[in-house]
Structure formats: structure tokens, C-alpha cells
């Protein structure tokens, strides 16, 4: 008897990639060099997050052209993104055989009252959240791994620093509160009685818990390692750098040996320019993808 | 008390301290060479084996681990550990630590749709054994000396060689740490092990 989709398969899946990098990717191309770096799996998307914020219009599922020859590529896992509530995208990425499904606030939303139910379909999903409520509800929607939303494609740590100390915050008090706390904390966070128990029993979140959003630089993979991030994902920081190659390759050691502040000197120097990069504050209500999501 | 190390450069590695710390034994997280010294065994986690690699070679910690296995001392490679361990790699021109005798392929069940999890009959385990496959390689050839401790479905999941236990899958995600005892009883009684066979092919 064996049994395929299972919660133990689809989490673990997650847990294997732990302390590794997954890097977005639009062409077999950067997939090669993306697998030759050191990343453990890689994102199959049409454009980096900063090339949708700077083109604009409606940001969908890859040409599954892309995809295919992604997969084709390379042997490390090949993860794919779909518009959040976009059922007929995410089926067609399971169908296509793709190893996890990013329902990703980065692209357009296809819904903007239901996300996925995510418990229905074989292949595993990503789901970004900014705090223990919106973590909950991925999960309790099925979602078999977590990241940080930050801003994408702003080259900025600030809110994916932010969102990170925000969730890990938040499960250190669940874990610190009575069990007649539980109750009161589920209304206020927005997130189940039955999820509170389980992170105040784990000492953690259920799932594993990734960094994305604004990471630009070796140091910036560190320092998410260091607030507590499982690992990173690197979406336009990789391929809108000056050395795609060197940047990716220093990323990948900077996340594994965190705490190791020579290496990161070392691994940071003449790496050249980082992507631009954008300020908070120059970026409108409308273009925060963080805010997609609910 | 015995030390165990787990290489810690990527993958599943709070879940193997976790087995062996269950099995009495202490859990070291090794990201250096010079950390290899001190320990009676090592454990190569779950996780991606072209990552870990690159991370091997950055860290320069290809020859300090092969040494490590050419002195007899054991090693458990769970999934990615075991593409390590493996002499070949089907596909591949360059194995990695190549210092048990088997060739494994790798993703051979198929992609993560395709993970499974499945019950195991293992030699010398009582009872049925859960066993988590996460796009999982097997053991396409196994030397005259390996010892195949199971088959799924016609495929070799897990064998033992001198001091080498190598897995296809993953016994650090479920909570039955017997695989994990197994391991810790072959150091103990390690004195009893054929590891001459293993030398002399040096």
C-alpha cells in the first residue's frame, strides 16, 4: 500500500529544502545557472517581480513552454507560480507535473475574496504570509509550506524583515500563553483554535517557514536566516544583479553559513552592483503586492 | 556518551538531531572539517544533493569526509545522503563521496506528484516501518558485499556496507526512530563489522 499526496509527503517535501535557496527563474537558461549555484530548487515564472512591477499590466502562470524547459533543464526541483484563487492555472502546473505550486500575490489575483483549497490537489503549495493569521488560514487552506510576502521585486529586506519578526514573534507569545488564552488569541489573530494549539504543542509552525521578498545580498540571505527564516527564495536579486553568477553562487553560501561574518566579507566583496532597488514609501497602495491576499 | 554528527550545510537536519538524541547519543551540527574529529559517526541528511555538493566543495569538505569514511568510521545517508555515499550515480559521470559500493539513480520514482508514503518489511525490524519517499532515488546496483536490508516494489531502498547505511527515504520525518537505533547499534558494536572486505578494495 502506499500512498501519494499526503500532508507528511507534501510538508516534507518543504523540510528538504531547508537552509537552501530557491531562485526565480524565466528560462532554462538561469535554471542551469541557478542549479550549477548551489540552489535547491528553482521558480519557473514569465518575468522577475521587478520586471511586473516596471511592465505593469496582468501578471499570469508562465507559457508552460517555459516551464517544460525549465524542468527539462535541470534535476533540483521545479516550482511554478500561479495566480492566488486561479484553479484551471494550478491544475495545469499539477498536470504538468511541476514539484510545488507558489499561489503567488506577485502575480495578479484571479480572486479577491477565495484562495485555493489547496488540500484538494497531489502537489504541494507555497503560500506567502505576513502574520499568524494569514499563515493559519494558508495552512488550514492546505498550503504545505510558507514565506515571507515582503515587497517582491523592490530589492528592499525592510518588509520581509519585518513580516518575519512578525510571525515568529507571534508564535513565541502563542507558546509562551495558558491554554485559556488560546481562545481569545484565535479571534484576534484571525487564525483557528485547533492551529494555536498545534504551533503552543510544536513550539513552531507546522510547516516550514522561508524568506522572499526584497532579497538582494549575500547579507540579506544571512540576516533572514538569522531572524529565525528555514531558508530563502531570491527573485529578482539574482538576475537583475550585475554577476547573475556570482551573485547567485555567494547567496547560496551565505544562507548555509549564516553566522560565518568573514565568509560573508569575503563572499560580498566586488560582487558589483546589487539590483536598484526601491524606497517603501515611492510605491503606491495600488503596486503593494503584499497586499493582495486575505 | 557517543557523537554523532549530522552535516549541516542544507536539508533535514533538526530532524535527525531529534533521532538521535531520542537514541541516547549526542548530536553535533557539522559545518566544518575540523568538527569531523571528534565524532563516532556521521549522518548525511535529506535534502538536494547538487546543493550539498557545491556546499561540500565551498566548504572544502569533500576530502575531510571521504577520509572520514575511509577510516571505517560509519556514516548514514538518508535520501540526498545516499546519492552522496554512492560509488556511481546513474546518469552522472562523477560520483560524490563514492565510497559505498552501489549505484543509485536519483528521482527514480518520479517527480514530487509522484511521492509516496508506503509501509516497509525491513531485515531485522519487526514491524512494518512508515517510510516517507520524497522524489526518491534507489539502488539500481548493489556490490558483492552490500547487504540489502529492503526492497520496495522490486527496488532497493536500503543497505549496508562495512559501516555505510544508506536509505532512499526518510526516516527522520515520522517519529520511529528504529532506523536511527540500527545505525547507533552498528557504531557501538562497530568492532564487529567486515570493514576489511572494504579496505582492501582501496
Given at each position: 500500500m502506499s500512498e501519494k499526496g499526503t500532508d507528511r509527503v507534501k510538508r516534507g517535501m518543504a523540510e528538504m529544502q531547508k537552509g537552501g535557496v530557491i531562485m526565480d527563474v524565466v528560462n532554462a537558461e538561469q535554471a542551469k545557472i541557478a542549479e550549477a549555484a548551489g540552489a535547491t530548487a528553482v521558480m519557473a515564472l514569465e518575468r522577475v517581480p521587478s520586471d511586473i512591477r516596471k511592465e505593469g499590466g496582468v501578471a499570469r502562470m508562465a507559457d508552460p513552454r517555459i516551464t517544460e524547459e525549465v524542468m527539462n533543464a535541470v534535476s533540483i526541483p521545479v516550482m511554478a507560480k500561479a495566480r492566488i484563487g486561479h484553479i484551471t492555472e494550478a491544475r495545469v502546473l499539477e498536470a504538468m507535473g511541476v514539484d510545488y505550486i507558489d499561489e503567488s500575490e506577485v502575480l495578479t489575483p484571479a480572486d479577491e475574496e477565495f484562495h485555493l483549497?489547496?488540500?484538494?490537489?497531489t502537489v504541494p503549495f507555497v503560500c506567502g504570509c505576513r502574520n499568524i493569521g494569514e499563515a493559519a488560514r494558508r495552512i488550514g487552506e492546505g498550503a504545505s509550506m510558507l514565506r515571507t510576502k515582503g515587497e517582491p521585486g523592490t530589492g528592499n529586506i525592510v518588509e520581509a524583515v519585518r513580516h518575519l519578526r512578525q510571525v515568529n514573534g507571534e508564535v513565541r507569545k502563542i507558546v509562551a500563553m495558558g491554554e485559556d488564552e488560546l481562545m481569545t488569541a484565535a479571534r484576534d489573530l484571525g487564525a483557528s483554535y485547533e492551529f494555536l494549539k498545534e504551533v503552543k504543542l510544536l513550539g513552531r509552525l507546522p510547516v516550514v517557514n522561508f524568506a522572499a521578498g526584497g532579497i538582494a545580498t549575500p547579507a540579506d540571505a544571512a540576516l533572514m536566516m538569522e531572524l529565525g527564516a528555514d531558508g530563502v527564495f531570491v527573485g529578482s536579486g539574482i538576475f537583475k544583479s550585475d554577476q547573475p553568477e556570482r551573485f547567485a553562487r555567494a547567496i547560496v553560501e551565505a544562507t548555509a553559513h549564516y553566522q560565518d561574518y568573514e565568509l560573508i566579507a569575503k563572499l560580498s566583496k566586488d560582487l558589483g552592483p546589487a539590483m536598484k532597488g526601491l524606497e517603501m514609501a515611492t510605491i503606491g497602495a495600488a503596486d503593494r503586492m503584499q497586499e493582495r491576499s486575505w | 556518551m557517543m557523537k554523532i554528527g549530522v552535516l549541516a550545510l542544507q536539508g533535514a537536519v533538526r530532524e535527525h538531531v531529534a533521532a538521535i538524541q531520542a537514541g541516547g547519543a549526542e548530536a553535533v551540527v557539522v559545518k566544518k572539517a575540523a568538527q569531523l574529529e571528534e565524532l563516532d559517526g556521521l549522518v548525511l541528511p535529506g535534502g538536494e544533493s547538487t546543493a550539498m555538493r557545491r556546499l561540500i566543495d565551498c566548504a572544502d569538505l569533500l576530502e575531510p569526509l571521504r577520509a572520514f569514511a575511509d577510516a571505517g568510521k560509519p556514516v548514514f545517508g538518508t535520501c540526498a545522503g545516499l546519492v552522496l555515499l554512492a560509488k556511481e550515480i546513474e546518469g552522472q559521470e562523477a560520483a560524490h563521496?563514492?565510497?559505498?559500493?552501489i549505484t543509485v539513480a536519483r528521482n527514480s520514482f518520479g517527480r514530487q506528484v509522484d511521492s509516496f508514503e508506503a509501509d516497509l518489511d525491513i531485515e531485522g525490524i519487526d514491524e512494518p516501518f512508515p517510510a516517507v519517499f520524497i522524489r526518491a532515488p534507489h539502488i539500481v546496483r548493489a556490490g558483492a558485499d552490500v547487504e540489502v536490508l529492503c526492497e520496495y516494489q522490486g527496488r532497493i531502498v536500503l543497505a549496508k556496507s562495512g559501516p555505510f547505511l544508506g536509505c532512499s527515504f526518510h526516516p527522520e520525518l515520522t517519529g520511529d526512530h528504529r532506523l536511527m537505533q540500527l545505525f547507533l547499534d552498528m557504531i557501538e558494536n562497530r568492532e564487529l563489522l567486515p570493514t576489511e572486505a572494504h579496505y582492501s578494495k582501496i
Open positions: 483549497l489547496k488540500n484538494d490537489y | 563521496l563514492g565510497v559505498m559500493d
